[in-house]
């Protein structure tokens, strides 16, 4: 397989890009080069779209059967290719072992459930009011899709557009993100080389927003931009494509919250806050932000949270024995301790310690928050945890709802209807009884509503998102006009 990854990829040729500039790509831990890419430009991303222009009605018109075998053989070379993937992710995000092998696990379900759409893109007939007349509906792959990688889960948030997209005929522009543009682009398109997919399927060009990251947008080419990222950033693709009336398909920020029910059990829910709080140093659009704790047990779920919060190995990602690795650079790490302090100055309590060594914070744990302070009214996207009281149940979901955002979010009580009852009444895409709020499977859908994002990844939905439907009518016999 290709390991080269300083060159772009572009109509199956790996090649230097054509920008003067460069992208310095670095381990988050300790700072070690893990190589230097001549950055694409404009002529670079021009002849990328143009080439995955020309292919797309050819890839289109292989049968089913021929893009399975495609599906299939790239899921394969994935799995030989396991450990050279983790070990990406571990040096390029800063994923522990832990979260390198859960984002493998999870990228490889959605190939795999990849290889069924080919079967599942169909078509269907109508009746017809005029008489004599056959309707028909035809489904086919929307054209070329823009996918604008992420960086904290680069490896499956890529593949998880990139996989469907190709499964239903499209062809698939790549701009990786440049704090990962290894592991969200440039070693997808190596593994679809190894996998022995035609040159114009895919295409990767690494370049810094400043140069491409408007054009990769407003190019005449993409039918679809697909971006997962901050809502600020979505919002300004979403606005760029509006002008030329472009789809998007957008999974954008979250301030996921956990209620947790006077009845439910304290350890079970501590603990599976502490995973949701902390995986991948917090990192995760999905990661749990609040945490709303009914008062008759906060006090006892504040001391076990911040138990096993405190049990965490922090440092080198390469330790199988850390949980919580670097932030994946300064402008983040400064961020965080921004909305620490202010959380702090305007009446948190710090139940941990704060201490920031590098890029890498150990877990951060913050009670008697309010809304309206800091880390629960914005998205950390760190190792910070907020404990919020409410005084009843109805609070409890008031304050989840206060946000803007409505991703993911996570329900613990001892009775699952109430449970049920109580998920549905929070404003989120996603909802999980006693459980935390990471979840994701390449079969049911995914996505938010509010401002953390546009349309449904995965599954069925995913089909909807990255295909379109043309009606057509024949007439099988004449037709009278009132002429």
Not at 243 to 249: G, I, P, R, S, V
Not at 307 to 315: F, I, M
Not at 362 to 388: C, H, Q, R, Y
């Amino acid at each position: 397989m290709h390991t080269d990854f300083t060159k772009q990829y572009i109509n199956g040729s790996w090649v230097s890009g054509s920008s003067s500039k460069t992208i310095e790509n670095t381990n988050p831990y300790n700072g070690d080069s893990l190589g230097t890419i001549a950055s694409a430009d404009a002529n670079d991303l021009d002849r990328a779209y143009h080439s995955a222009n020309d292919y797309q009605k050819t890839w289109d018109a292989h049968s089913p059967s021929e893009k399975q075998q495609y599906l299939h053989r790239l899921y394969d070379v994935m799995q030989n290719q396991k450990e050279t993937i983790v070990e990406w992710l571990i040096k390029e995000s800063g994923s522990s072992r832990l979260k390198a092998e859960t984002e493998f696990n999870t990228a490889s379900n959605i190939v795999f459930e990849s290889t069924s759409f080919p079967n599942r893109v169909h078509g269907s007939t109508a009746p017809s009011n005029t008489p004599g007349k056959e309707n028909y509906t035809f489904r086919s792959g929307k054209g070329v899709i823009g996918v604008i990688g992420p960086w904290n889960f680069p490896f499956h948030l890529a593949m998880r557009t990139i996989a469907p997209a190709v499964a239903t005929g499209n062809t698939v522009v790549v701009k990786p993100a440049s704090d990962t543009p290894v592991t969200s682009g440039l070693l997808i398109a190596a593994l679809f080389e190894e996998a022995g997919f035609p040159a114009g399927v895919l295409h990767v060009t690494a370049g810094r927003g400043s140069e491409i990251g408007d054009a990769f947008v407003t190019h005449e080419v993409p039918a679809l931009l697909s971006f997962t990222g901050s809502t600020e950033v979505g919002t300004h693709i979403a606005e760029l494509a509006a002008q030329n009336l472009k789809e998007t398909a957008l999974e954008l920020g979250g301030n996921n919250a956990m209620v947790v029910l006077p009845d439910a059990e304290v350890k079970k829910a501590a603990k599976a806050a502490v995973f949701g709080s902390f995986l991948h140093q917090g990192q995760i659009c999905l990661a749990l932000n609040r945490v709303i704790v009914h008062n008759d047990i906060y006090d006892e779920f504040v001391e076990e949270f911040t138990r096993v919060a405190k049990t965490l190995k922090a440092g080198d990602p390469s330790d199988e024995n850390v949980i919580v690795g670097p932030i994946i650079n300064e402008e983040q790490v400064k961020n965080i301790e921004k909305l620490v302090q202010g959380t702090i100055d305007a009446g948190g309590k710090l139940q941990t310690e704060f201490e920031i060594n590098g890029q890498v914070i150990p877990p951060v744990v913050l009670s008697e928050v309010t809304n309206d302070m800091p880390a629960a009214k914005d998205e950390v996207f760190g190792p910070v945890a907020t404990l919020i009281r409410a005084s009843s149940e109805d609070e409890a979901i008031r304050i989840a709802n206060d946000s803007p955002y409505g991703l993911s979010g996570s329900v613990f009580t001892q009775d699952r209807y109430r449970g049920m009852q109580a998920a549905r009444r929070i404003n989120s895409g996603m909802v999980h009884v006693n459980d935390q709020s990471v979840n994701d499977e390449a079969h049911l859908p995914f996505g938010g509503e509010k401002q953390s994002g546009i349309g449904r990844f995965n599954g069925e939905w995913v089909l909807d998102e990255f295909t379109t439907e043309q009606w057509i009518s024949v007439q099988a016999q004449d037709r009278p006009y009132p002429l």
